[in-house]
């Protein structure tokens, strides 16, 4: 099912404000970048509600609106979920992991949790040694994280002996 963002995203699509259509190159670039972060979570939402090609529209249009400004903290978080939704969809499969592996190398904040999803997706793919390396670039980068995150360490370590072992059968 989905999760409790998705469907906060899928209802806030329905109520999407007029203001969020305008076109945003001609604001302030304070406001702009506001509101193409609120344009690019609705486009997200867009996606999630089953409108993929609608909403990846959205996504690339406002993220593409801010170029660089923005860092992490705007953009990282839309362009992660919508890097997996890619990558868990066979006409996008190869796209996403292609914005997992090469769109993240700047965010010490996603750039472990990029590792490890790429993890999970090589493993699933059957690519046991990128899925290796993934495994343990994640362990590496989160090895001393905070107690939060040391289950996803935790599924590393574990993801990792799993694929060692079979390696040796």
């Not at 609120?38 to 406002?62: C, F, L, N, P, S």
Request: overall charge positive; hydrophobic content about 40%.
């Amino acid at each position: 099912g989905a999760s409790p963002g998705d469907q906060c995203r899928r209802a806030a699509v329905k109520r999407w404000p007029p203001w969020l259509e305008a076109e945003t190159t001609s604001l302030e670039p304070g406001r702009r970048f506001i509101i193409a972060g609120i344009q690019a979570e609705a486009g997200w939402g867009k996606v999630v509600g089953g409108d993929t090609t609608g909403g990846r529209k959205v996504i690339e249009t406002a993220l593409g609106s801010v170029g660089n400004r923005g860092g992490f903290i705007l953009k990282d978080p839309v362009r992660f979920e919508y890097g997996m939704t890619l990558a868990a969809r066979p006409v996008t499969h190869a796209e996403g992991i292609a914005m997992l592996r090469d769109g993240f190398d700047y965010g010490l904040v996603f750039i472990p949790a990029t590792q490890l999803a790429l993890g999970r997706i090589y493993e699933q793919d059957g690519r046991r040694q990128a899925a290796i390396d993934a495994y343990q670039q994640t362990i590496r980068l989160w090895s001393t994280a905070d107690a939060r995150l040391q289950p996803k360490v935790q599924e590393a370590r574990d993801a990792l002996s799993r694929l060692t072992a079979e390696g040796k059968k």
